[in-house]
């Protein structure tokens, strides 16, 4: 193999092994001004935004053992990698796409396992980690008010009414 053919190989490597998941993209449409647009975007969720030859990521995802994506890479193909939010990068992409009407998804893999466009555009529609945290806490804490008003009742229940004056 090429000494340059490798080194692109290996680039692609470093870059889907910065995260459990990768996002293709086609941005074909997009502008180098929308690219550095969405780079900085994707910037707050740690996530970097890669051109790859198709050839190259085929060779680096067989190798790294990530499902078949063949049907895929066909096109101008653009990769999303890094940070430790996927949803997040989800959002991110799927709100960029509203906006911009210029980058379209192709498939995702999350853990080693394949994503239509579909199951990203779902993922993205999750609340973000803060806010089902926050509905965790809130669903606790009403759980908790619930059980100490019921306790409250039942000692003013039993304590003997005092005597009318």
């Not at 080194?7 to 293709?24: A, G, Q, R």
Request: glycine share 4%; charged share 30%.
């Amino acid at each position: 193999m090429r000494a340059e053919k490798q080194y692109l190989i290996d680039e692609v490597s470093t870059h889907l092994k910065k995260s459990d998941y990768v996002i293709l993209t086609n941005f074909t449409k997009l502008t180098v001004a929308d690219a550095a647009e969405l780079r900085k975007r994707l910037t707050p969720e740690k996530a970097e935004f890669h051109v790859v030859k198709n050839s190259s990521f085929r060779v680096a995802a067989k190798a790294l053992g990530l499902p078949d994506l063949e049907k895929s890479l066909s096109g101008q193909t653009a990769i999303v990698v890094g940070g430790k939010n996927p949803a997040g990068v989800a959002k991110t992409l799927k709100k960029f796409f509203e906006e911009k009407q210029k980058l379209e998804v192709k498939v995702g893999v999350l853990d080693k396992k394949l994503m239509t466009a579909a199951d990203l555009a779902k993922l993205a529609d999750l609340p973000s980690f803060d806010v089902l945290r926050s509905m965790f806490l809130g669903l606790l804490t009403m759980q908790g008010a619930a059980f100490v008003r019921l306790l409250d009742a039942k000692i003013k229940k039993e304590q003997p009414a005092a005597p009318a004056a």
